[in-house]
Nanobody, 121 residues
Framework: QVQLVESGGGLVQAGGSLRLSCAAS????MGWFRQAPGKEREFVAA????????YYADSVKGRFTISRDNAKNTMYLQMNSLKPEDTAVYYC??????????????????WGQGTQVTVSS
């Protein structure tokens, strides 16, 4: 059973920064997704199990950085220049049936509990 535990959410002013963490029970290709109230869950970023390849949604490219520390089985999302439209619950996800990263929500079999990120204007 894969376990994922997110941390690092909170309230920040527009233009500020936050770093999310996702501690996993093993080494997997992983991704970050987010869901704002009344909206569908959407892709944010993904990273392969080796950390060699990363992918970003256009809306966060240049502002967010996904990374991982495989010695700690932990994935990170550094979020800079935050905007009010980044407000959402952020979820980490693990893909165990493939090594390639994907933007497709259905490609991830395990999900964390979510952490709230609120950006005030």
């Amino acid at each position: 059973q894969v376990q994922l535990v997110e941390s690092g959410g909170g309230l920040v002013q527009a233009g500020g920064s936050l770093r999310l963490s996702c501690a996993a029970s093993g080494r997997y290709t992983m991704g970050w997704f987010r869901q704002a109230p009344g909206k569908e869950r959407e892709f944010v970023a993904a990273i392969t199990w080796s950390g060699g390849n990363t992918y970003y949604a256009d809306s966060v490219k240049g502002r967010f950085t996904i990374s991982r520390d495989n010695a700690k089985n932990t994935m990170y999302l550094q979020m800079n220049s935050l905007k009010p439209e980044d407000t959402a619950v952020y979820y980490c996800a693990a893909r165990v049936r493939g090594d390639s990263a994907t933007r497709w929500l259905g490609g991830y079999e395990y999900w964390g509990q979510g952490t709230q990120v609120t950006v005030s204007s």
